[in-house]
């Protein structure tokens, strides 16, 4: 009987885990270095340039590079915008390297980088998308009891880009990117069990384990 | 008993009146802007009421759609205190666009709030809260005879996602709030030389 149950556990984890593909991607570009000490600030793009990268997205990669390294320091992103308010404000912030010696050139701008040993912004693009979904889930209720019965499905893809900018030169050394695509499903006999293709989260530890392997 | 329960309806009927009524209040935190100050120019400042207490409350909605109540207290004075503190010496608030100084250089801001909107998802159909602020802003030096109205707007979004739709709502106020702040820095950077004489 026991042994049964872990069957069980191993296939429904199984299913669990086998929902989702993962793609990444680094490209370098120019040389580049990374002292111990410095520090490093995660921005997105901004939505006047229709990007719609998810603000707990922003989150769980803060928390991650926070987490998963010593090597650099990570200055969390809203409190960036506000030691630079209102120079990183979705309307102000440099949508890409190019504009970067336009900051670079405030004075202003440039004491407080260097005060704060910021070296690398990086710069995120990406949203999770559902692609498309199909089935039918009816649930009903009565006074003997209620249920549901039925199948639904949907697929998922989350893509994300960083972009990394080095301060001192003003342009994009390099980038990482992650694809994850995943395929959620609900069957439901009087119970409805939603097996989810996680693939923000997946998407969240890729892309933080390739930034952390590109500075390595 | 007969009263009781007229108490009980009366109750049923003012809560189904007012309790659904979504209520929000704005705490906007706004920083210290990252800018120069520019010698030692006073500014006078006359803040419209609803600059320094502004309530606002939905009319003309979607028939799916709760009345909104937005307490905004002074959220709008706080972001415009700190922008002009920052660029100048001392801020001093005025009641009347005649009051003046005896001494010293100084200028005159009058800030009113022509415009609040905002789309919910479900009026615009997508996954976004928007909302767009607008002011009119009048700025004078007798001395420079420089006197200008600007039209200073703030716009801000936030999805859905994984936010109740009250925390969309404020979030996407306040990144409005901060958009103002932002785009009145860069309009007072680009006229100052103009307002405080230094260019003619």
Request: contains cysteine; proline residues 4%.
């Given at each position: 009987?026991?042994?049964?149950?872990?069957?069980?556990?191993?296939?429904?984890?199984?299913?669990?885990?086998?929902?989702?593909?993962?793609?990444?991607?680094?490209?370098?570009?120019?040389?580049?270095?990374?002292?111990?000490?410095?520090?490093?600030?995660?921005?997105?793009?901004?939505?006047?340039?229709?990007?719609?990268?998810?603000?707990?997205?922003?989150?769980?990669?803060?928390?991650?590079?926070?987490?998963?390294?010593?090597?650099?320091?990570?200055?969390?992103?809203?409190?960036?915008?506000?030691?630079?308010?209102?120079?990183?404000?979705?309307s102000?912030?440099?949508?890409?390297?190019?504009?970067?010696?336009?900051?670079?050139?405030?004075?202003?701008?440039?004491?407080?980088?260097?005060?704060?040993?910021?070296?690398?912004?990086?710069?995120?693009?990406?949203?999770?998308?559902?692609?498309?979904?199909?089935?039918?889930?009816?649930?009903?209720?009565?006074?003997?009891?209620?249920?549901?019965?039925?199948?639904?499905?949907?697929?998922?893809?989350?893509?994300?880009?960083?972009?990394?900018?080095?301060?001192?030169?003003?342009?994009?050394?390099?980038?990482?990117?992650?694809?994850?695509?995943?395929?959620?499903?609900?069957?439901?006999?009087?119970?409805?069990?939603?097996?989810?293709?996680?693939?923000?989260?997946?998407?969240?530890?890729?892309?933080?384990?390739?930034?952390?392997?590109?500075?390595? | 008993?007969?009263?009781?329960?007229?108490?009980?309806?009366?109750?049923?009927?003012?809560?189904?009146?007012?309790?659904?009524?979504?209520?929000?209040?704005v705490?906007t935190?706004i920083?210290?802007?990252?800018?120069?100050?520019?010698?030692?120019?006073?500014?006078?400042v006359k803040y419209d009421e609803n600059i320094i207490n502004y309530q606002f409350k939905s009319t003309n909605?979607?028939?799916?759609?709760?009345?909104w109540?937005i307490e905004f207290n002074d959220s709008h004075k706080k972001l415009f205190d700190?922008v002009l503190?920052?660029?100048?010496?001392?801020?001093?608030q005025?009641?009347t666009m005649?009051?003046?100084?005896?001494?010293?250089?100084?200028?005159k801001i009058n800030i009113k709030l022509d415009k609040f909107e905002f789309l919910?998802?479900?009026?615009?159909?997508?996954?976004?809260?928007s909302v767009w602020l607008k002011y009119t802003i009048e700025v004078k030096?007798?001395?420079?005879?420089?006197s200008k109205k600007w039209v200073i707007t703030g716009y801000g979004e936030?999805?859905?996602?994984?936010?109740?739709?009250?925390?969309?709502?404020?979030?996407a106020i306040d990144l409005a709030i901060r958009d103002t702040g932002a785009n009145l820095t860069i309009k007072i950077?680009?006229e100052?030389?103009?307002?405080?004489?230094?260019?003619?």
């Open positions: 009987m026991k042994r049964t149950n872990t069957w069980l556990l191993l296939l429904l984890g199984f299913f669990i885990s086998s929902c989702s593909t993962t793609r990444v991607d680094e490209e370098v570009n120019l040389p580049f270095e990374l002292i111990k000490g410095q520090s490093i600030v995660i921005l997105s793009d901004s939505y006047h340039t229709g990007n719609k990268t998810e603000y707990d997205f922003m989150e769980c990669l803060n928390k991650n590079l926070k987490r998963k390294q010593n090597k650099f320091n990570l200055i969390p992103t809203n409190q960036f915008k506000d030691n630079f308010y209102p120079w990183f404000e979705p102000t912030a440099p949508q890409n390297a190019e504009q970067l010696p336009k900051f670079l050139n405030k004075d202003i701008i440039r004491n407080k980088l260097d005060d704060l040993k910021i070296k690398y912004i990086i710069n995120i693009t990406g949203e999770t998308t559902t692609n498309s979904s199909s089935g039918a889930l009816s649930c009903a209720a009565g006074p003997g009891g209620g249920g549901c019965f039925g199948f639904a499905w949907w697929d998922d893809t989350s893509s994300y880009k960083a972009s990394v900018w080095d301060l001192n030169q003003a342009v994009a050394v390099g980038n990482v990117s992650t694809s994850v695509t995943g395929t959620s499903v609900i069957p439901a006999v009087i119970i409805p069990i939603p097996i989810l293709a996680r693939t923000q989260s997946n998407a969240c530890d890729g892309l933080s384990d390739q930034i952390l392997a590109f500075f390595n | 008993m007969k009263i009781i329960s007229n108490h009980i309806t009366l109750c049923i009927i003012l809560l189904s009146l007012f309790g659904c009524s979504q209520s929000l209040i705490i935190n920083p210290s802007p990252l800018v120069e100050q520019l010698g030692d120019t006073k500014v006078l909605i979607e028939a799916n759609e709760s009345p109540v700190q503190n920052s660029f100048f010496s001392e801020l001093i005025i009641e005649d009051e003046s100084l005896d001494d010293s250089e100084y200028i919910t998802p479900s009026l615009a159909s997508n996954d976004n809260y030096n007798e001395k420079t005879e420089y936030q999805g859905t996602a994984s936010l109740n739709q009250n925390k969309a709502l404020i979030n950077e680009k100052m030389d103009f307002i405080i004489g230094t260019i003619n």
